[in-house]
């Protein structure tokens, strides 16, 4: 058999394998991405190994979702206090922290960090430092969370940490901008109007995704790393740069599939090139002991920003892990030999162990929030951000959380026929702001907020319309709902029967299946056509 035919076909056994740990996983009410790490892990006992055509893959998966964040994220983000200060601070502290730990548990001669010296152990605590810009993106996509405050706000740690660890790399490894750097960034800005041009010109077909492919692999990673700069650095800026524009949520979601499909081998990968010995998980184990640590520096540092408690728990909780960059810093350190390469193995165990705790963590965020939630109060700080202000509902009879297509839909014909009654509820500012300045009452908040739901007076509120895009924002806000007590009416849209089911077993008035209902409407518009 052809060795090529022989190396896909070892991918696809890869695949499968992540396929059926993926799927058991998710029957366990997990998300699959632990299953896609356990395959990995199990496929290396078996004595397989990760490919060339495999670190492709998930190089690729890398870059796409760094372009993808990129089309998320705006510089205004980037440069707030509760963004930069805690990054900055929360990777000095963390390092000083870590790193003393480290060489504390080499007086006592644990393999391992025995041989350490503390230019080194300082190195390892640096890369400890960093969370996983991966693990984030996709706990907070799957809870439909990209959008809200303390989602920016992990992202916009994220991203600033990516920066550090950009600055790390050119320095270690010597790799500096070279003559065309200058350049490139120069002529970024110039070819802006040109660039979405092209953006506009390729419609909704397939053109959308292959142009945000070549958009973030090519004009994003491959230029700039032709420029002595990091190509991953270069595929969140070109994204960045696509942010303003009015497709730039299309072109996210046109590359998700193939996105999510590519990182399933980077999933795969970190398991597959792990050297596991008992000395090398042992040491992943007692790293592991330092996240509660690393989670309450997060809380504290964003707490002392004037972040609400509930936002900067969720905060924590969403970079409570080690990240995929701390094997590539370990990676640098030990073909310079600042570290043995078993300490590869340690952080690639420690990185996949702090992914299976912090999964149900997330998932369970919000109800751990309520739990402690008057023990964090007492240490809030009294002053609100704006986007964290109280909402007024006074007077309002029909509120719809979730403002898109959908809710406006409903919004403008509740409009016609009883004006002054009903009031939007968005988590974006942006799409708040649109819909304001078309006159209609649409509000600011996030539906999946225990606090939201304690603050707001919904008595004379008589139904509740969910129309949010993601199921699980529905969930979680119907849950919220239903603890605070009300009793009106409640619906919600759903894309497939079983979420109308799941909605229906929780107790929900009514749901509308957007896609088998659309039809329906479509024919009643023409009907009233046809035969006014």
Not at 30 to 37: A, D, Q, R, S, V
Not at 149 to 158: F, Q
Not at 210 to 238: M, P, Q, R, S, T
Request: hydrophobic fraction near 50%; proline fraction near 4%.
């Amino acid at each position: 058999m052809p060795r090529k035919v022989i190396q896909i076909t070892m991918e696809l056994i890869y695949f499968a394998t992540a396929f059926v740990c993926g799927f058991g996983i998710y029957q366990l009410k997990l998300p699959p991405l632990i299953g896609f790490l356990m395959a990995g892990f199990i496929l290396n006992l078996a004595g397989y190994k990760s490919t060339e055509l495999l670190e492709t893959i998930a190089s690729l998966g890398v870059t796409l979702l760094l372009f993808s964040i990129g089309l998320k994220l705006k510089v205004s983000n980037l440069i707030k206090p509760q963004v930069w200060a805690p990054a900055t601070l929360h990777i000095i502290l963390s390092s000083a922290l870590f790193s003393g730990f480290m060489l504390l548990l080499g007086i006592f001669a644990l393999p391992l960090f025995v041989d350490l010296s503390w230019q080194s152990a300082l190195l390892v605590g640096f890369a400890l430092s960093f969370s996983s810009t991966v693990f984030a993106v996709k706990v907070l996509e799957e809870r439909g969370e990209m959008a809200s405050l303390h989602g920016k706000i992990a992202i916009g740690i994220l991203v600033m940490q990516d920066v550090f660890a950009v600055i790390f790399l050119a320095v270690s490894t010597g790799k500096m901008p070279n003559i065309w750097a200058l350049g490139l960034l120069l002529a970024l800005p110039v070819f802006r109007p040109a660039m979405f041009w092209m953006l506009n010109r390729s419609k909704h077909g397939e053109l959308l995704p292959l142009f945000g492919f070549f958009f973030a692999l090519v004009v994003g990673y491959n230029a700039f790393e032709f420029a002595g700069l990091k190509g991953d650095l270069g595929a969140l800026i070109v994204g960045m740069m696509f942010a303003p524009h009015k497709k730039a949520g299309e072109l996210s979601k046109s590359l998700l599939s193939l996105k999510d499909i590519l990182l399933v081998g980077f999933f795969l990968s970190i398991g597959l090139s792990a050297d596991l010995t008992a000395h090398s998980f042992i040491a992943a184990l007692v790293l592991v002991l330092v996240i509660p640590i690393k989670t309450l520096l997060y809380y504290v540092l964003t707490n002392l920003f004037k972040l609400r408690a509930r936002t900067s728990l969720l905060t924590a909780f969403s970079l409570a892990n080690f990240s995929e960059f701390g094997l590539i810093v370990c990676a640098v350190a030990a073909s310079t030999g600042m570290v043995t390469s078993e300490w590869l193995a340690v952080i690639a165990i420690a990185v996949s162990i702090t992914f299976v705790i912090a999964s149900p963590l997330n998932k369970r965020s919000n109800e751990l929030y309520v739990k402690v939630e008057r023990f964090l109060l007492k240490f809030e700080s009294k002053t609100r951000l704006a986007e964290e202000l109280p909402v007024n509902l006074n007077d309002t009879k029909i509120v719809i959380f979730g403002m898109g297509r959908i809710g406006t839909g409903a919004y403008e014909t509740i409009n016609v026929t009883h004006p002054d009654v009903v009031a939007g509820i968005d988590i974006k500012p942006e799409v708040v702001e649109k819909h304001v300045k078309r006159g209609r009452r649409v509000l600011i908040a996030d539906a999946t907020d225990p606090d939201f739901w304690q603050r707001v007076n919904h008595s004379k509120v008589e139904m509740v319309m969910l129309a949010m895009p993601k199921h699980m924002q529905n969930i979680f806000a119907l849950e919220q709902l239903q603890a605070s007590g009300y009793k009106g009416q409640v619906t919600a849209i759903a894309n497939y029967p079983d979420q109308q089911k799941e909605l229906e077993d929780m107790g929900i008035d009514s749901t509308y299946n957007f896609y088998l209902e659309a039809g329906s409407g479509f024919a009643e518009h023409v009907k009233q056509t046809l035969f006014p």
